[in-house]
């Protein structure tokens, strides 16, 4: 009996669910890859216009310096900032336009309630108002969020992008946010205490004799926070008089700021723990709480 062997040679069929996967995998590629080329620009955009507004602070800064110390002033001021100046200034305090600074802890974003370790930067002038803070928070592996409070000449720009190319947070100026920026300025000064004394945009007023009120004032605006101080004159915290809105979509500058963890640096006692807080009906929301790395006076 004869029987035919099938051939070996000639065209062989290809397999039509090879081939989709092989076309999916590629179209996956492209996609991955053309995404990724989308972040990476974003990621440029958004670190440009971070460092644009940093420079723009710092060049306010260079027209007005910290005010100049004049002892006589001392009389004039409120008895627990007397003590104050004493702690913070052992020796006669430095001018200096500006501050930089690292900081790194935790962070909760708005309306939430878990805390994730954040990173931030901050350039501020300190014989007027204007700040500049960015800030890294992942929000899980691979998926981070980069926010921005940019103030100055009166006015600020708030922002918040998923994987710095989704908008989440977009907040332009408005008299209300306005005068928040400005009181975020008050609120962080501790950190460049030349900034509180005589002749600068803060005025003191006498409260009792462990806490008076610093009142900054700019640009036709005004805002206010009572500042609290131990026996030897370190300032242990800062809060509002008002309450605070805990349902906006951002945090603003909190209601309630914390300090401690006093250093000298550059001759001067600077705390470099902080725990900020939102603060309503008496209760106290902390939201970004941690240790300054590194500080810069210029």
Same mark, same amino acid.
């Given at each position: 009996?004869?029987?035919?062997?099938?051939?070996?040679?000639?065209?062989?069929?290809?397999?039509?669910?090879?081939?989709?996967?092989?076309?999916?995998g590629?179209?996956?590629?492209?996609?991955?890859?053309?995404?990724?080329?989308?972040?990476?620009?974003?990621?440029?955009?958004?670190?440009?216009?971070?460092?644009?507004?940093?420079?723009?602070?710092?060049?306010?800064?260079?027209?007005?310096?910290?005010?100049?110390?004049?002892?006589?002033?001392?009389?004039?001021?409120?008895?627990?900032?007397?003590?104050?100046?004493?702690?913070?200034?052992?020796?006669?305090?430095?001018?200096?336009?500006?501050v930089?600074?690292?900081?790194?802890g935790?962070?909760?974003?708005?309306?939430?309630?878990?805390?994730?370790?954040?990173?931030?930067?901050?350039?501020?002038?300190?014989?007027?108002? %204007? /700040?500049?803070?960015? #800030?890294?928070? @992942?929000?899980? !592996?691979?998926? &981070?969020?980069?926010?921005? +409070?940019?103030? $100055?000449?009166?006015?600020?720009?708030?922002?918040?992008?998923?994987?710095?190319?989704?908008?989440?947070?977009?907040?332009?100026?408005?008299?209300?946010?306005?005068?928040?920026?400005?009181?975020?300025?008050?609120?962080?000064? %501790? /950190?460049?205490?030349? #900034?509180?004394? @005589?002749?600068? !945009?803060?005025? &003191?007023?006498?409260?009792? +004799?462990?806490? $008076?009120?610093?009142?900054?004032?700019?640009?036709?605006?005004?805002?206010?926070?009572?500042a609290?101080?131990?026996?030897?004159?370190?300032?242990?915290?800062?809060?509002?008089?008002?309450?605070?809105?805990?349902?906006?979509?951002?945090?603003?500058s909190?209601?309630?700021?914390?300090?401690?963890?006093?250093?000298?640096?550059?001759?001067?006692?600077?705390?470099?723990?902080?725990?900020?807080?939102?603060?309503?009906?008496?209760?106290?929301?902390?939201?970004?709480?941690?240790?300054?790395?590194?500080?810069?006076?210029?």
């Amino acid at each position: 009996m004869y029987t035919r062997k099938p051939p070996t040679g000639g065209i062989e069929r290809e397999d039509p669910l090879a081939t989709r996967l092989q076309t999916a995998g590629l179209a996956l590629a492209t996609g991955i890859a053309a995404l990724a080329a989308v972040i990476a620009f974003n990621v440029h955009l958004t670190e440009r216009d971070i460092a644009d507004f940093e420079t723009r602070v710092a060049a306010l800064a260079q027209s007005r310096p910290a005010p100049v110390w004049d002892p006589t002033s001392k009389a004039d001021l409120p008895e627990p900032v007397q003590r104050y100046f004493r702690f913070t200034f052992p020796g006669e305090p430095p001018r200096y336009r500006s501050v930089s600074l690292d900081a790194s802890g935790q962070f909760r974003r708005p309306l939430t309630d878990d805390f994730n370790p954040t990173t931030a930067r901050q350039v501020i002038a300190v014989g007027l108002p %204007a /700040l500049m803070f960015s #800030a890294t928070t @992942p929000v899980f !592996p691979g998926v &981070w969020a980069r926010a921005y +409070d940019f103030f $100055a000449n009166g006015e600020m720009e708030m922002k918040a992008k998923i994987l710095s190319t989704l908008t989440v947070v977009d907040e332009r100026e408005t008299p209300e946010l306005n005068e928040i920026s400005l009181r975020r300025w008050l609120l962080e000064s %501790a /950190l460049y205490p030349a #900034a509180l004394l @005589p002749g600068g !945009p803060v005025r &003191w007023e006498a409260l009792d +004799d462990h806490s $008076a009120r610093a009142v900054v004032s700019w640009g036709g605006m005004r805002s206010s926070m009572v500042a609290h101080f131990a026996p030897d004159g370190r300032m242990t915290h800062m809060q509002t008089e008002v309450d605070g809105d805990l349902s906006t979509p951002y945090h603003g500058s909190g209601e309630h700021v914390a300090r401690s963890g006093y250093e000298k640096v550059d001759g001067q006692m600077i705390p470099m723990e902080f725990t900020i807080s939102r603060m309503a009906a008496g209760q106290l929301h902390p939201f970004w709480r941690g240790r300054v790395g590194q500080i810069r006076f210029d």
